[in-house]
């Protein structure tokens, strides 16, 4: 590895440990990144094996010389290359137990302020109320941020608010809300124990709106995204649960059905992730083999967190029951 890459990855090493003491926890690599360093490790680390794994060449026995003239001293050989302190060396990240699933670009950064996780939520409020880019024309005015517990280990992130969670300023309030509630009884917990929010943070508007509601688009959701990233840094649950392909979207940036991207376990950015249908896709399709699909994609979760699985639960939704 010649100078130049060696003084480039010091920097960098150096710079990452500078955030870290300023509070920063993650970071954020584009795929070309991601690739760059990735190509970079394996590369040094073939390059150490071969030169470790060399055989060394055997020196065959010589008679000895006749007494010569001590040989003038040999030029100054160059220098090498600095070594990295070992202090500044990182460790290739682990390879997660899921395969990785692609997460969205985000148009920037935010960390929150605050000494305790409510003021750093306060300060995310404020933030994104101030921020113009995150409210879009496109967007009604009054903001719907999330609901529950900070400290979840599973965390369920829908697309937007609608016209019940604008009245009550809070998410999944409405019919599909109350499905996701005795959802999330069924596999044995209470709404609050559970961090519930969406990626955009205010309802998408509509001519005429009155109570009816769309989904939002692409633009709507890159503007919101940077901070339904802040809320999962500071909740860091141990799952997230997308509810529809639009919040799969959103966090991926993928346009994949729901029917393709349920039934498995995946990765977003370290944490367990799992895509499922929203809970307004059963109240008009509640048909028993729908239903059962979202509860197998709970058992996933269930079992992804260590939770206790009954007989009874895993028969829910099933003909023979």
């Keep these: 590895m010649g100078p130049h890459v060696i003084a480039a990855t010091q920097h960098l090493l150096r710079y990452l440990k500078r955030q870290q003491e300023s509070g920063l926890q993650r970071a954020y690599l584009t795929e070309e990144a991601r690739a760059t360093l990735r190509q970079l490790y394996h590369r040094t680390r073939g390059s150490r094996v071969r030169v470790q794994s060399?055989?060394?060449?055997a020196v065959p026995a010589q008679a000895p010389a006749p007494a010569t003239p001590a040989p003038s001293p040999p030029p100054e050989p160059a220098k090498a290359d600095p070594p990295i302190p070992a202090a500044e060396v990182a460790s290739p990240p682990a390879e997660s137990a899921y395969p990785a699933a692609r997460v969205a670009a985000v148009r920037t950064a935010i960390t929150p302020s605050g000494a305790t996780k409510d003021e750093q939520l306060m300060d995310l409020?404020?933030?994104?109320?101030?921020?113009?880019?995150?409210?879009?024309?496109?967007?009604?005015d009054t903001m719907v941020f999330s609901t529950g517990n900070l400290n979840a280990e599973l965390m369920f992130i829908g697309e937007a608010p609608g016209n019940e969670e604008e009245r009550q300023q809070e998410p999944f309030v409405g019919p599909a809300g109350q499905l996701l509630n005795k959802i999330?009884?069924?596999?044995?917990?209470?709404?609050?124990?559970?961090?519930?929010?969406n990626i955009v943070k205010?309802?998408?508007?509509?001519?005429?709106?009155?109570?009816?509601?769309?989904?939002?688009?692409?633009?709507?959701?890159?503007?919101?995204?940077?901070?339904?990233?802040?809320?999962?840094d500071l909740v860091r649950p141990k799952a997230i649960v997308a509810l529809g392909a639009t919040a799969a979207e959103g966090l991926t940036g993928e346009t994949t059905p729901v029917g393709?991207?349920?039934?498995?376990?995946?990765?977003?950015?370290?944490?367990?992730?799992?895509?499922?249908?929203?809970?307004?896709?059963?109240?008009?399709?509640?048909?028993?083999?729908?239903?059962?699909?979202?509860?197998?994609?709970?058992?996933?979760?269930?079992?992804?967190l260590q939770m206790p699985v009954s007989q009874k639960q895993r028969q829910f939704f099933t003909k023979g029951r």
């Design 202 to 232: 205010y309802r998408p508007a509509m001519p005429n709106q009155g109570t009816g509601n769309r989904k939002p688009d692409g633009g709507e959701m890159t503007a919101c995204l940077p901070y339904i990233v802040a809320e999962i």
């Design 184 to 197: 999330i009884q069924a596999m044995g917990l209470q709404r609050e124990m559970v961090y519930i929010s």
């Design 125 to 140: 409020k404020q933030q994104i109320a101030k921020d113009a880019a995150a409210h879009l024309p496109t967007l009604r």
């Design 54 to 57: 060399a055989p060394t060449p």
């Design 260 to 304: 393709r991207a349920r039934g498995r376990v995946r990765s977003w950015n370290g944490t367990p992730f799992v895509v499922t249908y929203h809970p307004s896709y059963l109240l008009h399709n509640g048909a028993l083999s729908e239903r059962r699909k979202v509860w197998e994609d709970m058992l996933l979760v269930m079992e992804t």
